[in-house]
């Protein structure tokens, strides 16, 4: 579990250990440490290929705010939240800037 906070300043990338695969268009995830699997939707498929690398939240939203034309305050709030809870589950990890 994350000791701080992930905000819009956070570095974050996939765990090298996590586990993901494409099913029937969508993406799966394991959390090996807890035994649970998760289903992503399209924005969560394309949020999870999108840090593969590291790469700054802020970023990280604005380029989905201009790829979908979408809010750019709700984007924010809204990868802020899938990110702390991938965090809570080990799947995502913060990278020193």
Do not use: H, K
């Not at 570095?11 to 035994?35: F, I, N, P, W």
Request: charged residues 20%; negative net charge.
């Amino acid at each position: 579990m994350a000791t701080n906070p992930i905000t819009a300043e956070t570095v974050v990338r996939q765990t090298s250990g996590a586990l993901a695969a494409e099913v029937a268009g969508e993406m799966v995830l394991m959390s090996v440490e807890q035994g649970q699997y998760y289903g992503f939707d399209d924005i969560a498929t394309e949020i999870w290929r999108r840090i593969e690398q590291p790469i700054v939240v802020r970023e990280l939203c604005a380029s989905l705010a201009t790829a979908y034309d979408g809010d750019p305050v709700a984007i924010e709030r809204d990868v802020l939240t899938l990110l702390d809870q991938l965090s809570e589950q080990n799947l995502v990890e913060t990278v020193p800037a």
